[in-house]
């Protein structure tokens, strides 16, 4: 298992949920921390502070990572990034009948297009220095459809598509690419979702935020692992 002191993180969307969780959780484990933003300045500081408090070095930046120019000022604001949490996303749970193309692309480019424009901006880097974690957070409704919608599920399903292509692909330069497919876990995004109920979960309740992060500090930490989807479901989808 690799120490992760000296090594920067950066997550996407980390002013809330499950992004601040695990920001917090890497910087436990001895990372700094580039925390990244959309539109909340005020929770994003108080991450910051948070970390600060632990001894470790943090900066929020604010940036929409479904866009290339935000992508490249953010990455360039932050320095060389070691390890990559792409959490940024957004549901918009709909009838089949009322999603829009609007719709559509909304979710294809917050939750998939930022995947994949944050990772190319850090691979050069993490290249060079043959080393690098990249951790995708995916979504049970890849794997069974899920409560959302098909927009949603399209998107999370596209992410295990980049996290299996990237992690082949990088193996032998010393990154690892793997996924995590949370359900249900008590955040903003599901408890306002009228069809997100405990009762669809085998262990009976909602996952925590702090569960996921364990599981994102531990595929930081380990060197071994790639293209590994990891389900945190409390029993939703099983293999």
């Known amino acids: 298992m690799d120490t992760l002191n000296g ?15 695990i920001a917090l959780a890497l910087a436990e484990a001895g990372a ?20 600060t408090r632990l001894g470790r070095r943090c900066i929020a930046i604010q940036a929409d990572v479904s866009m290339r120019s935000d992508v490249d000022r953010l990455v360039a604001s932050a320095g060389p990034i070691d390890i990559l949490v792409n959490n940024a996303g957004i549901a918009r749970p709909q009838p089949i009948e009322d999603i829009t193309e609007q719709d559509w692309d909304d979710l294809i480019d917050v939750n ?14 993490m290249r060079a220095r ?13 794997q069974v459809g899920g409560v959302v919608g098909p927009h949603y599920a399209a998107s999370k ?18 990154i690892r690419v793997n996924a995590i497919a949370p359900a249900l876990i008590e955040t903003e995004m599901v408890t306002s979702n009228p069809n997100a109920q405990p009762a669809r979960i085998p262990v009976g309740r909602f996952g925590s ?21 990891i389900n945190v479901n409390g029993g939703w989808f099983m293999n």
């Not at 700094?32 to 970390?51: F, G, H, K, P």
């Not at 424009?117 to 050069?124: H, R």
């Open 32 to 51: 700094d921390v580039v925390v990244n933003y959309l539109s909340r300045s005020r929770e994003a500081q108080e991450v910051e502070s948070q970390i």
């Open 130 to 142: 043959q080393w690098g974690r990249i951790v995708n957070l995916s979504s049970v409704a890849a």
């Open 7 to 21: 090594k920067v993180a950066l997550v996407t969307g980390a002013s809330r949920g499950i992004g601040r969780a």
């Open 112 to 125: 998939l297009k930022s995947v994949f424009l944050v990772t190319q901006a850090v691979l050069p880097g």
């Open 209 to 229: 935020v702090d569960e996921v992060a364990q599981v994102a500090v531990m595929l930081a930490r380990n060197g071994y692992m790639t293209g590994q989807t």
């Open 157 to 174: 399903a596209g992410i295990l598509g980049l996290t299996r292509y990237y992690a082949r692909h990088l193996a032998k330069e010393g």
